[in-house]
């Protein structure tokens, strides 16, 4: 074939390559996608990155604007089905710059000619009209193969987790028209070597990359690349691979190769090889250099890894000194600081307590919103003289309570508080702000004619505050009956507990011996008991302790404390030292619901002999300072863990908290200049910058490995001082900076991205990104109270506030979402943005103007129904919300059928509905109404996005393996999160267990159900609580299932001898009792018409009979044999189960897709094994899985991850499963 000018620039190619190269140029000519609604994906990584070749005209442009152009695009897969040469498996799309064709061994890379007047197209702007016009511009490109030497041919490939829109080509002639064409997030590749897969997936900003995953026992050393049709390849400095090409670069970034050991990932040492000696047409050959690694487990090798970065960082400051001490989140992810500024344009806002400065230091209290975007409020407090804000509490309502020191007599405070009047050089105050920061609810005074210090605030239920620090006042107010009223000399601690008003001390104590003890931070439990940490210097071996604390004496130097008081404030529960011979502080302390305390500081023993704990992460210290981490039991009896963190040099931590699931999180400051302070694989910044590092270590629920760490800082010193954590996890971070460039690392779109001088606040995001935005008439003034909805992958609503902002920040990272506005007098245009593939913050701007008039006013009825989009049955149990424009909300719930009405609806007015139900995105999103003036129906369709949890013990989205031991009575639970054993003593021999969800919090419960006597057992994973519930007799079989549809399993048994289930519905304590089935049948409940309940189902030799809840009505389906097990679970991931079997005769699994239809089997197991089908790698697909009961092993065909085995269980164990998966 004779070569034509553009194949010049390909090189020797053959005929496939050639034809797919062309459909490359007509690719964006050809396409009319449907719209998308792209589902979550794992954050991805920086792939390929293309950049432009210089030309004397056009520079080439930087990474960072590359990335930038690429915008939102967010990578998928387009399956060949005829419209590709058939060499092509799968087509790249969203990679920002380049086309991407896989075929069974090569990576083909066509990079077209970026000219001036050459815009790529997005997807959504094709038509008919763009392509005629861009069939007539000349265009020129260029081809890279990338061919996996040696590879296997016949490797399996598959698409993962479809997307909802299909791909459609109408070129020519009808009959070459390709229609419906799957577009998948992930491309697999089974085999690619022996023992090696690939992964091909979409990453966070635009481009795709590669990961290839390397088999316990497998060679590494197969891999490699060949690369063809290029100039040349080279590594550069940073370890990175660059292939240069006419017209422009692909960039792989240094490979980062990890195992998962012990929960967390262990990092390999790795490279890239590169061998530019001749091999035919290539000009070059790429392989991976390996440091040494555990080759009895998996290894993964990614080229192109993005590291875990902040959501939002700003500055808070300016031109002066402004640090900030303390911080809090409230409900809405807003974030709340406080700290002390000499700057007198520190940034305040309009009707707040104090806009001016007022000499010295003041205290500022900022209110952000949840984005980082904007201020909410943001106010001075102070006098004339020094005035140090040091910690904040933020209670339910969002009032934030501040505490610190003041030497200004002038301080603010209120009348009818306990104490308006300075006392002496210097006081503590307390001061209550409401939750616009316009009023000092209370202010007081705390103090005598000495010095007192306020370090650490703690507010209870009932709004009484708690306060800790420290006093050389004698005379220090205390109270009667408090656990000591005189003052012991030196510097004692004082905890005071103020009434709710500020008004009076409920009780107010010393706490100290006769030398120098300050308390720093102040925790509470439920029960009003007060926990205190600081420290005693040498100069206090009598500090008091209590009998059986874990360490009575003072161990030498400055000694660490952890000291409890009752709840009347009369009595020490238990106090210890925590210590070692040298200088040992305490700086931070929290508490878990179940009254175990954290505590968190800093040691300096060069003996090394601060306490740790067996097994705990780092039981060496590293030299200087070093951070600990211990964990204290209930009683104060017991170290539960306890652990260094640090590297050789100076590491301090200043605060510490705790998430929901018990995870410990941790910030200070690192001066490790060997930059040894240790971090995690794929942590945002794993090399200290210089100076003083803040640092943010999150420990597993162990003590025993850190789930993630990194610094983050500048080339000077930026140091963290607090810590607080949302209910999702997300980690939030305050301290200061001294600047310097490059300074402490801030994001786009923040309320203030540059540092101002001297030294600056900072406050930084760890986790999902916002949603945020303004809305504003088209004149650009605030039009507040604007109804913003929220929906898609998470749902929201709010009004935008007194300047027209909102923002959402409880996102999931790489999301689908839908953002729509409506108010009173204005119309928007547009009136929602569409975001595809959330992948970093993103502001929208909504721009009104004036409705001229609308119908006069009626009563009308506003209805409907939402229906499953997987079967079109209507879906009980959503709550449905009708809102005006001021802000008023209806509520009202979808019946039995899925429908739902509001009476008496005013019809000349503008309403947002929307619906919400948790597992389940709606479309729309929300309905914007217009002056309806009829009755009017307003439907909506509801897609799962999650099915509950099945034996999932630690709330992190994948099954644990867990196995009940009868002749023990014990549980034992492998967690996924952190691949730790639990031990938990629950049952008798003869119990079955059944964990499900009872409570509702998407975590299986242990419990068990005893067949003798018909009573459950459980342990509720929400509270720990116990419940005992008689519900069956003997020889019942429990079927729990969530019948109603409300969220929570129900009690269920199937009574053999009669074919009646019953059932106890959660949702109202109704008996519901049904007649289904025979003596010989297999009870199987399982929610099989997709309405959000579960289905009364039974199996008989091969047919399924099936009640739907739905419509009550009979469906019959026959798939299997007599002597199969019926196992109903998601294997294709649609969200409802599949009608499958496990053959215990032969060990095979045979299943029936919902997304098709299409008929699957395979071989997984051998006869006697136990099926435990579920989602083990929480892809959201349920993965092939066998217990072996002769030996206790659990062999699971992860669909994420290949195949693995694990010994956990012995013989005679039972496996814990759930319904639906037959008992």
């Not at 799968?90 to 090569?106: I, P, S, V």
């Not at 815009?119 to 000349?138: D, F, N, V």
């Not at 309405?1091 to 009505?1113: E, K």
């Amino acid at each position: 074939m004779k070569q034509s000018g553009l194949l010049s620039n390909v090189g020797s190619v053959s005929r496939y390559l050639y034809s797919l190269f062309c459909v490359a140029l007509m690719v964006w000519t050809m396409v009319l996608p449907m719209p998308s609604a792209a589902g979550s994906m794992r954050s991805a990584a920086p792939g390929p990155v293309v950049t432009d070749k210089p030309t004397q005209d056009k520079p080439a442009p930087s990474l960072e604007s590359v990335q930038t152009s690429m915008g939102d695009a967010s990578a998928y897969f387009e399956e060949n089905d005829g419209q590709f040469d058939d060499h092509v498996k799968f087509l790249a799309r969203g990679t920002g710059g380049y086309d991407l064709f896989l075929t069974a061994t090569d990576a083909v890379y066509v990079l077209h000619e970026r000219t001036a007047d050459r815009t790529p197209m997005m997807p959504e702007q094709h038509g008919i009209e763009e392509a005629e016009r861009s069939s007539q511009q000349p265009q020129h490109a260029t081809a890279v193969y990338m061919t996996l030497s040696g590879a296997r041919r016949d490797a399996t490939f598959s698409g993962t987790e479809m997307l909802e829109h299909k791909t459609n080509y109408f070129k020519g002639r009808k009959e070459h028209w390709r229609t419906n064409i799957a577009n998948y997030r992930r491309v697999e590749t089974r085999g690619i070597y022996n023992g090696v897969d690939m992964v091909w997936h979409g990453r966070e900003r635009g481009g795709v990359q590669y990961d290839f995953i390397v088999q316990p026992g497998a060679d590494a050393s197969q891999i490699g690349w060949d690369i063809r049709g290029a100039h040349s390849a080279e590594i550069d400095a940073e370890g990175s691979l660059i292939i240069h090409t006419d017209y422009g670069d692909i960039r792989q970034e240094r490979p980062y190769t990890y195992q998962d050991v012990n929960g967390s990932r262990q990092e390999v040492a790795s490279s890239f090889t590169i061998d530019n000696s001749t091999r035919g047409d290539s000009v070059a050959h790429i392989g991976f250099s390996l440091g040494e690694y555990d080759t009895a487990k998996p290894l993964t090798i990614d080229p192109s890894v993005n590291l875990s970065k902040p959501s939002f960082s700003t500055f808070l400051g300016g031109t002066d000194i402004d640090e900030a001490q303390s911080l809090a989140v409230d409900s809405a992810d807003n974030v709340y600081v406080t700290g002390y500024t000499y700057s007198t344009e520190f940034p305040t806002t309009p009707g707040t307590v104090d806009t001016s400065h007022n000499g010295e230091s003041d205290v500022f209290v900022t209110k952000l919103n949840a984005a980082g975007t904007a201020l909410i409020y943001s106010t001075y407090i102070g006098g004339g003289s020094g005035d140090l804000g040091i910690d904040l509490f933020v209670d339910g309502s969002g009032s934030a309570y501040i505490a610190g020191s003041t030497t200004s007599a002038d301080f603010p405070t209120t009348a009818g508080a306990y104490d308006p009047s300075h006392n002496g050089y210097s006081d503590v105050f307390v001061t209550k702000l409401n939750t616009t920061g316009s009023t000092l609810t209370y202010s007081t005074f705390i103090g005598d004619v000495g010095d007192d210090y306020g370090w650490g605030v703690a507010v209870d239920t009932a709004g009484n505050a708690y306060l800790t620090g420290s006093t050389n006042s004698a005379n220090l107010a205390t109270t009667p009956g408090a656990y000591d009223t005189t003052f012991n000399g030196g510097q004692d601690v004082f905890v005071t507990k103020l009434n709710a008003t500020g008004s009076a001390q409920v009780y107010s104590t010393f706490v100290g011996g006769s030398g120098t003890d300050s308390g720093h931070r102040i925790a509470i439990d439920s029960a009003g008991n007060a926990y205190v940490t600081g420290e005693t210097q040498d100069d206090t071996t009598d500090y008091p302790t209590t009998s059986g604390a874990p360490y009575p004496t003072h161990n030498g130097s400055t000694d660490a404390f952890v000291t409890k008081l009752n709840a009347a404030g009369s009595a020490l529960l238990y106090s210890t030292f925590l210590g070692g011979i040298s200088y040992d502080t305490g700086y931070g302390i929290a508490v878990d619901s179940s009254g175990n305390a954290f505590v968190t500081g800093w040691t300096s023993d060069a003996a090394t002999d601060y306490p740790t704990t067996a097994g705990a992460y780092m039981t060496a210290h590293n030299g200087g300072l070093d951070v600990f981490v211990t964990k204290l039991d209930a009683a104060g009896s017991t170290l539960t863990y306890s652990t260094f963190i640090g590297g050789s040099g100076d590491d301090q931590a200043n605060n510490i908290a705790i998430d929901p699931l018990g995870y410990v999180f941790v910030t200070g400051w690192t001066a490790d200049a060997v930059t040894d302070y240790p971090t995690t694989a794929g942590a945002y910044d794993m090399t200290h910058n210089g100076g003083y590092d803040t640092f943010v270590t999150k420990l597993n629920t162990t003590g025993t490995a850190l789930s993630y760490s990194t610094v983050i800082g500048g080339i000077f010193s930026d140091l963290g001082t607090d810590i607080a954590i949302d209910s999702s996890g997300n980690a939030f971070v305050t301290g200061y900076s001294t600047g310097g460039a490059p300074g402490y690392p801030t994001t786009p779109e923040v309320f203030q991205p540059e540092y101002d001088g001297n030294i600056d606040s900072f406050v930084s995001k760890f986790g999902d990104y916002s949603i945020s935005g303004r809305t504003v008439d088209h004149l650009g003034n605030a039009l507040p109270s604007s109804a913003v909805a929220l929906s898609g992958d998470s749902d929201g609503f709010m009004l935008s506030d007194s300047e027209g902002y909102f923002a959402f920040s409880d996102t999931l990272s790489l999301g689908t979402y839908l953002v729509s506005a409506t108010h009173l007098l204005n119309n928007f245009n547009p009136p929602n943005y569409s975001i595809q593939s959330l992948n970093r913050n993103k502001r929208v701007t909504f721009v009104g103007r004036t409705i001229t008039s609308g119908p006069s006013a009626a009563l009308r009825q506003l209805g409907g129904a939402v229906h499953s989009s997987t079967s079109g049955v209507g879906l009980p149990f959503t709550q449905m919300s009708l809102v005006d424009v001021f802000g008023n909300i209806r509520t009202t719930q979808t019946d039995a059928q899925g429908r739902y009405v509001f009476d008496n609806v005013e019809t000349g007015a503008y309403y947002v509905v929307f619906a919400q139900r948790d597992g389940y995105a709606f479309q729309p999103g929300t309905a914007s109404i217009n002056f309806f003036d009829e009755d009017l129906g307003v439907n909506f369709s509801a897609r799962p996005t999650n099915l509950r949890p099945v034996q999932d013990f630690d709330g992190d989205g994948k099954t644990d393996l867990a196995v009940f031991r009868p002749a023990e009575g014990n549980w034992y639970i492998l967690r996924s999160e952190t691949n730790s054993v639990e031990v938990v003593r629950f049952g008798l021999a003869g119990d079955i267990p059944v964990a499900e969800d009872f409570d509702g919090d998407r975590r299986a419960d242990i419990a068990v159900f005893r067949p003798t006597d018909g009573n459950w057992y459980r342990l509720d994973s929400s509270t720990g609580a116990f419940t005992a519930i008689h519900f069956g007799a003997d020889g019942d079989i429990p079927v729990p299932a969530d019948f109603d549809g409300d969220g929570k399993v129900d009690l269920s048994v199937y009574r053999p001898d009669t074919g009646v289930w019953h059932r106890l519905n959660s949702s109202d304590g109704s008996y519901t009792a049904v007649k289904w089935g025979i003596e010989t049948d297999i009870p199987i409940p399982a929610d099989l018409d997709s309405d959000g309940r579960a289905d009364i189902t039974v199996y008989r030799n091969g047919t399924w009979y099936r009640l739907n809840s739905s419509n009550m009505q009979l469906s019959v389906s026959q798939f299997g044999v007599a002597g199969d097990v019926p196992v109903a679970r998601d294997f294709d991931g649609d969200g409802r189960p599949d009608i499958s079997v496990f053959r215990p005769s032969n060990g095979t699994w045979h299943y029936l897709n919902n997304l098709n239809s299409e008929y699957h089997s395979m071989g997984f197991g051998q006869s006697g094994d136990i099926p435990v089908a579920s989602d083990y790698d929480g892809d959201g697909r349920f993965d092939a899985a066998v217990f072996r009961p002769s030996n206790g092993t659990w062999m699971l065909r992860r669909s994420a991850s290949g195949t693995f085995q694990q010994p956990f269980g012995t013989a005679g164990d039972i496996p814990v499963q759930s319904a639906p998966i037959a008992r």
